[in-house]
């Protein structure tokens, strides 16, 4: 794991963490070819990359360069941070620019866990290197859409392919509410319901190796070399 410190357009100083694959053993197929950036949830409930760290090692560990990073106002990073998270989609598109310079991959998979879904969401078509996307418990609901709704058209017009994973009993988007809304979506979309999970439950240490594992790594390994490929 490694620290280094990416600087936005308006002079934010954002602290970020770059885990590498392990030196040694196979890599899987595909592995090299695509770095995970990974957005944390709502900074002002307490957001921070932290809580991604766990996702982020599991990740590595199946080969891929995962990078997390502290929005503005969060843990290391300075600046203040915004309600609706606007200003953040900013930080986004920063590191994903720093990670196509300085790590070179063939392509970027964006992740946005909880509030980070819509702020990542809105960056996916602002760097060409993003190649892919998934939502972990994107707020889709009422409620939370009073914050976020302004973010929703980007990632369902956006042609990248797309994967949503929700947990069934979330308490900020119904199963139908997710539903609905991509049946409006754009290009490839795919989805992933963890039967009896809750929204904060996702965010927890016990669903790291399953994201890592289960959805992270075949999100998809073939439409990701596929896409690095094409863009050679």
């Known amino acids: 794991m490694e620290w280094t410190t990416v600087e936005t357009g308006d002079g934010a100083k954002l ?6 694959p392990p030196a040694s053993g196979e890599e ?3 592995a090299g070819d695509v770095a995970v950036v990974m957005v944390h949830p709502y900074t002002i409930l307490g957001g921070v990359q932290g809580l991604l760290r766990g996702m982020a090692e ?3 560990r199946q ?3 995962a990078v997390t ?3 503005r106002g969060a843990g290391r990073s300075t600046g203040r941070a915004s309600l609706t998270g606007s200003t953040e989609v900013g930080d986004v598109a920063a590191v994903c620019r720093w990670v196509a310079e300085n790590i070179k991959p063939r392509g970027i998979l964006l992740v ?8 990542a969401g809105l960056a996916v078509d602002k760097v060409d290197e993003v190649i892919g996307y998934v939502s972990i418990g994107y707020p889709f609901g009422l409620m939370a859409s009073v914050l976020f709704g302004r973010h929703h058209d980007a990632i369902l017009k956006s042609q990248k392919p797309k994967l949503f994973i ?5 308490g900020f988007t119904s199963v139908k509410q997710l539903q609905n809304k991509l049946k409006s979506a754009a290009g490839r979309v795919d989805t992933h319901l963890i039967e009896g999970a809750g929204h904060f439950q996702m965010e927890g240490p016990a669903f790291d190796a399953q994201m890592a ?3 992270l790594r075949p999100a998809d390994a073939t439409l990701m070399k596929r896409t690095c490929t094409q863009r050679k």
């Open 15 to 20: 602290s970020v963490r770059v885990f590498k």
């Open 69 to 71: 990073f502290d929005m």
């Open 63 to 65: 080969g891929y360069t």
């Open 213 to 215: 594992q289960r959805n």
């Open 28 to 30: 899987p197929e595909a």
């Open 166 to 170: 929700m947990g069934t009993k979330d």
């Open 112 to 119: 946005g866990s909880s509030a980070g879904a819509p702020i």
């Open 58 to 60: 599991g990740v590595a």
